[in-house]
């Protein structure tokens, strides 16, 4: 009997999480879905259909090559300023999509400083010369492959660091040539590292809002914002998410599959690794290789947002950036202390009480991070609308009272998006932070009678808080980032600095939009500063 509270949990946790997709899954077949779906089939949808995979695919190889670049570059050879771009390149990911894409857009454009300056220098007027067109798919590919390659680099750099070097070297000495070395040796055992990196990528690219609805390129995801928003066609909103929703599932089932036929031994070698020195100009050359995505990825953007921010200064009103800022780290702070609440107690219950079901309800809201924000927010919005009018008629009914709308006019519905969405990245870092903790801490806990929460006080939370901590930050940062969920599901007159940041951009009132962008690459610096720390405490020596 005593474990029935915990068997109610573990069901309420699973109906909060099924939801959305059930809600949405009944949309689709509702009665005049076929009429509306037809209609989508034949006009729209191919378009959204073909932008998004032409989007993602472009954008999943660019990331990867400089992913991959610049990691092997890091990893495997001494250059000038490696100690500097080795975390500094992780620094893109802090500069939300959208947040570049105006930037350079404003720099480069036909108005723009750039062009301007060729025109008067060399007499040039339009059509005299070319220039590339920001204002199109090939620049919203840029803008995406610059900000999220450090995504693939992550993760491409620790399996070199864990195994490519070494087997690269492996190889020479059997013969092979740098190049047969590098696709034979170094290249396949990173593959399902790099394989798992533009997953992310082409995850976070067919979930973006912004960048796209800003270009102007046609996706699924500004097609379901449409129907809702523009439109009020639900039904056809609802089709749109699913139809995103299976797209996305279906890349990770085939990552994971894929994953699955791959097995490497682990070759980790020993102690500290040495790398050849690389001077002269073959030693700059690397650095130029690390230093280009890094540059417009995020350098030469912060550098535009604060030369609009100083053009502009005074048409920036200081108190509604503040109110911005206050509703932004509400939310935030409120989805970082779920999540993490969530997956401490899942985690501890799991190793302390024994119970498989708390690990297996983990796994399952780890995987809402692979659901975009804009099915979630017709997923999460339906439902509680529902109950927001049932609430309302039983107050009526019994107390006489009109509440008004509980759920969905507060920000209790952003919340509990953001915490299905952002919930695997907090349990990555807590998961692995009790992977690390031996059982015999907890045995020994047990033998001095220590059980319980008085366990986890004692034992647990000690060994896991900086996990935990660096869990909360991570989330709070991608609930901040996070545009298409918050946009749909802020209640009325509830402005974040990442819905102001595009509204702004929408009105073209650039200066304006310069702060509040800034704002969020701020907060965002913390959570990158972590993960730098962490990849840079590998240990490594220098071939001298």
Not at 228 to 255: C, I, K, P, Y
Not at 485 to 496: G, K, S, V, Y
Request: charged share 15%; proline share 5%.
């Amino acid at each position: 009997m005593h474990r029935a509270p915990g068997a109610v949990a573990y069901s309420l946790l699973l109906v909060a999480v099924a939801l959305p997709f059930a809600t949405l899954l009944r949309e689709m077949f509702a009665a005049d879905a076929t009429g509306v779906w037809l209609h989508y089939a034949s006009t729209v949808l191919p378009g959204y259909v073909i932008n998004a995979v032409v989007l993602g695919v472009s954008v999943a190889l660019c990331a990867s090559v400089m992913g991959v670049a610049c990691a092997w570059q890091v990893e495997r050879h001494d250059f000038p300023l490696r100690g500097f771009l080795a975390w500094a390149l992780l620094l893109p990911m802090a500069m939300p999509a959208y947040v570049a894409a105006y930037a350079l857009t404003d720099y480069f454009q036909f108005s723009g400083p750039v062009q301007s300056w060729l025109r008067a220098t060399f007499g040039w007027s339009k059509g005299d010369y070319w220039f590339p067109e920001f204002v199109s798919m090939p620049g919203a590919i840029a803008a995406f492959s610059l900000t999220l390659y450090p995504y693939v680099y992550l993760l491409a750099r620790t399996a070199f660091a864990e195994r490519g070097a070494e087997l690269f070297e492996a190889a020479r000495t059997l013969g092979l040539n740098r190049r047969q070395a590098w696709w034979r040796a170094a290249l396949p055992v990173a593959r399902p590292a790099i394989a798992g990196g533009a997953l992310l990528v082409t995850m976070e690219t067919l979930a973006d809002f912004g960048t796209v609805s800003y270009y102007g390129v046609e996706t699924l995801t500004t097609g379901i914002y449409r129907a809702w928003q523009n439109m009020g066609d639900l039904v056809a909103a609802s089709q749109l998410a699913a139809l995103l929703l299976a797209a996305v599932m279906l890349l990770v089932w085939l990552e994971r599959r894929g994953r699955d036929r791959s097995r490497y031994a682990n070759v980790r070698a020993r102690g500290e690794r040495m790398r050849p020195r690389v001077r002269g100009i073959g030693g700059w050359l690397r650095t130029a290789i690390c230093a280009v995505p890094l540059l417009f990825g995020f350098v030469l953007p912060a550098l535009l947002l604060l030369r609009l921010l100083a053009r502009d200064w005074s048409s920036v009103s200081a108190t509604a950036v503040a109110t911005w800022t206050r509703n932004s780290l509400w939310v935030g702070c409120l989805a970082a202390l779920v999540v993490v609440t969530l997956t401490l107690m899942l985690n501890a219950r799991a190793r302390l009480a024994r119970e498989v079901w708390a690990l297996r309800v983990e796994r399952l809201l780890s995987f809402g991070y692979a659901v975009p924000g804009a099915v979630l927010a017709i997923g999460v919005l339906l439902p509680l609308t529902w109950l927001d009018g049932r609430l309302i008629d039983w107050s009526k009914q019994w107390l006489g009272v009109n509440p008004g709308l509980i759920l969905t006019g507060s920000v209790l519905a952003l919340v509990y998006a953001s915490s299905i969405r952002f919930y695997g990245v907090a349990a990555s870092a807590v998961s692995a932070a009790y992977a690390r903790l031996p059982l015999s801490l907890d045995d020994s806990a047990r033998v001095l009678g220590v059980v319980g929460r008085a366990a986890f006080l004692r034992v647990h939370w000690p060994a896991i808080r900086r996990s935990a901590f660096a869990g909360m930050l991570l989330v709070f940062i991608d609930t901040l980032k996070e545009l298409p969920a918050t946009m749909t599901l802020r209640p009325f007159n509830f402005d974040t600095l990442a819905t102001q940041t595009y509204n702004l951009v929408k009105d073209e009132r650039l200066g304006e939009a310069a702060f509040p962008s800034l704002l969020i690459v701020l907060a965002s610096l913390p959570a990158v500063a972590l993960l730098a720390r962490a990849q840079s405490s590998k240990p490594s020596r220098r071939d001298d």
